[in-house]
């Protein structure tokens, strides 16, 4: 089992829609949790950083957590062309000092 | 400010031959990561430094990876014997602190591409 596992996609929504993305990871002691976009061909730059179960919303974006169910989700509020790129879910456990990406998702926003 | 570079941008080499990448962290960032993407791929930690010290090397695909930092500054993986499956983006990021927490600054990459 792959400690982050997301759905490459591809995922496609019209432009103003909501862009749901979502993650889970397999370690309960997971404790850090990070949303990287990633242009193609650029590299990774981070979006969002949560860290307790609960929402977290920063503009456009609102990052989730839910620790029992082991998931971590990124909502992406009116969808801009801007935003297709490839989304990464990182998870970093409370012990050891790694980090664990996913794969990515695949977003594509339609004018 | 200046950001993370890396060099070179793009390396072309022979099986068998050994290859060294260069990352250059932002200053004053005391910890730095070393990852690889291969094409189509998340990101797989290689990786970290703790100032000059690698905690944890467990990440390193095989003894033909190694990696060192000097000076708190620049670091270099090098990658010895190189193998096919060794194709792959490899990206450094650098952050203020090693606290799991700090935002990780990502470099443009280098390109490695064994034939």
């Known amino acids: 089992q792959k400690e982050v596992e997301q759905n490459s996609g591809p995922l496609s929504v019209p432009e103003g829609a909501i862009a749901s993305l979502n993650c889970t990871y397999s370690d309960r002691v997971s404790q850090s949790f990070f949303w990287y976009r990633q242009y193609s061909g650029k590299s990774p730059e981070l979006i969002m950083s949560?860290?307790?179960?609960g929402d977290k919303e920063d503009g456009r974006f609102t990052a989730q957590l839910n620790k029992a169910s082991q998931y971590v989700s990124l909502l992406i509020r009116d969808s801009q062309p801007s935003d297709s790129a490839t989304y990464l879910c990182a998870v970093i456990r409370n012990t050891g000092n790694q980090f664990y990406f996913g794969t990515g998702t695949s977003l594509t926003v339609i004018p | 400010g200046a950001g993370v570079s890396q060099s070179p941008s793009n390396k072309v080499t022979e099986k068998g031959k050994d290859v060294e990448l260069r990352c250059d962290p932002i200053?004053?960032?005391?910890?730095l990561y070393w990852y690889r993407q291969r094409l189509g791929q998340g990101l797989e930690f290689l990786i970290y430094f703790q100032g000059n010290s690698a905690p944890d090397k467990s990440g390193l695909p095989s003894d033909r990876f190694s990696a060192e930092r000097t000076g708190e500054s620049v670091s270099t993986l090098t990658i010895q014997r190189t193998q096919q499956e060794d194709s792959a983006v490899y990206l450094c990021?650098?952050?203020?602190?090693?606290?799991?927490?700090?935002?990780?600054?990502f470099g443009p990459g280098t390109r490695l591409t064994v034939l």
């Open positions: 990021a650098s952050s203020l602190n090693y606290l799991l927490t700090d935002t990780q600054y």
């Open positions: 949560i860290y307790s179960n």
């Open positions: 200053s004053g960032h005391t910890a």
